[in-house]
């Protein structure tokens, strides 16, 4: 795994007071990134190899950031498993919801997040690195990948004005998000193996919900490839590389990078709770 490590100021002299820390476990490694709430601002993006869960705290506190010290930190688990339930399920079996959607018990026990933005829960099977260094951080609010997805597609549908698609590709599984106007209108996840597979799952979502192939905005971000941009926009007019939220500021090093798409996940966490 290459490192990148871009920070606007050494590590060791902010003040985690004001910071919210966000960690991706990636496999092989971990990365991180540190947003200054009073500033609104992501300041720093580090991507490091590491062989455990206790080697990601040790490489941390080598870089002079304490994650015990950290009052807000979000962790981001890649499920495979996810589903959506109402916001408010007193007297609703978690359990019946899961198997109507994977026809199975959990096989871990099902941990929730709340996503505000959409009224609805994100129940799904955290991974064992991503318990384990929950564990380690008992303060950490631990979030599936897709709640970031799902929000940044609500906020991109108010900016649109319309049907906002956002879709995420990555390890062989596509996640697709549909918002119409802040409400949304579907997420869900597909197992896919070539670009023609995600294409089929975007026009299948076209034709069900009967969008504009001309005037429906679609983002992707994740695993892509310059293949699945150009094969989706013969068929979408208004496709594109997800951009940055525009209510947050994002330091010019950040900017640049020519990956920066990999990482919406990352920087979208922060909005989750909006």
């Known amino acids: 795994m290459q490192d990148i490590e871009i920070s606007q100021s050494p590590l060791k002299s902010i003040n985690p007071i004001d910071y919210t820390i966000s960690i ?10 540190l947003y200054h709430r009073q500033q609104q601002q992501f300041t720093t993006l580090y991507r490091k190899a590491a062989n455990s869960v206790a080697d990601v705290v040790t490489q941390c506190e080598a870089m002079g950031v304490r994650l015990a010290d950290f009052g807000q930190v979000n962790l981001l688990d890649d499920c495979k498993k996810w589903t959506l339930a109402p916001l408010h399920i007193e007297g609703l079996d978690i359990k019946a919801i899961w198997k109507l959607n994977f026809g199975s018990e959990p096989q871990t026990s099902l941990n929730k997040s709340a996503i505000a933005p959409a009224n609805a829960l994100c129940l799904f099977e955290p991974s064992g690195k991503a318990l384990q260094l929950k564990e380690m951080l008992p303060q950490a609010n631990l979030y599936p990948l897709q709640a970031a997805d799902i929000a940044y597609t609500i906020q991109g549908s108010l900016v649109a004005k319309g049907n906002f698609m956002g879709i995420d ?8 998000y549909l918002a119409n106007m802040g409400k949304l209108q579907l997420a869900n996840a597909y197992n896919v193996e070539t670009d023609t597979d995600i294409l089929y799952f975007v ?34 007019k208004r496709v594109s590389i997800a951009k940055p939220y525009n209510r947050f500021d994002y330091m010019s090093a950040i900017k640049k990078l020519d990956n920066i798409y990999e990482y ?5 966490i922060a909005i989750c709770a909006l």
């Not at 991706?24 to 490694?29: K, S, T």
């Not at 919406?264 to 979208?268: I, K, M, Q, T, V």
């Open 169 to 176: 590709v990555r390890d062989k599984q596509v996640n697709i």
């Open 264 to 268: 919406y996940d990352l920087f979208n």
């Open 203 to 236: 026009m299948n979502t076209v034709r069900i919900f009967q969008l504009s192939q001309t005037d429906t905005t679609l983002e992707l971000w994740g695993d892509l490839t310059p293949e699945t941009i150009n094969l989706i926009g013969q068929y979408m």
């Open 24 to 33: 991706r476990l990636l496999p092989g490694g971990f990365c991180f990134a």
